[in-house]
């Protein structure tokens, strides 16, 4: 069974910062494409970062300078790295995996983010 198992979530008060991971199991991780992505309360899901296999990056225009993707091969995990949080980051983070060429996505269960004073 695929599982892409999110964590690092919590309150965090404006300005601070958070490092979520994302755990992979049961997939050849290396080969695989990573993304973050979140969905505030009655907003669409929306693309935060994403990581190819070959460790090229690109970055929702919202996030680009406070937000940093990275992966572990060795450790099948996946990283966001997020600082000076705003109020707006506020949503659920979900991890999810694809490979290239292929159109099957894994997602993970979400962990929530809220960014509030």
């Known amino acids: 069974q695929v599982q892409l198992v999110e964590s690092g979530g919590g309150l965090v008060q404006p300005g601070g910062s958070l490092r979520l991971s994302c755990a992979a199991s049961?997939?050849?991780?290396?080969?695989?494409?990573m993304g973050w992505y979140r969905q505030a309360p009655e907003k669409q899901r929306e693309l935060v970062a994403a990581?190819?296999?070959?460790?090229?990056?690109n970055y929702a225009g919202s996030v680009k300078g406070r937000f940093t993707i990275s992966r572990d091969n060795d450790k099948n995990t996946v990283y966001l790295k997020m600082i000076s949080l705003k109020p707006e980051d506020t949503a659920v983070y979900y991890c999810?995996?694809?490979?290239?060429?292929?159109?099957?996505?894994?997602w993970g269960q979400g962990t929530q983010v809220t960014v509030s004073s």
């Open positions: 049961q997939i050849i991780f290396s080969i695989y494409n």
């Open positions: 999810n995996a694809q490979m290239t060429g292929r159109t099957r996505v894994y």
């Open positions: 990581i190819t296999k070959n460790r090229e990056t």
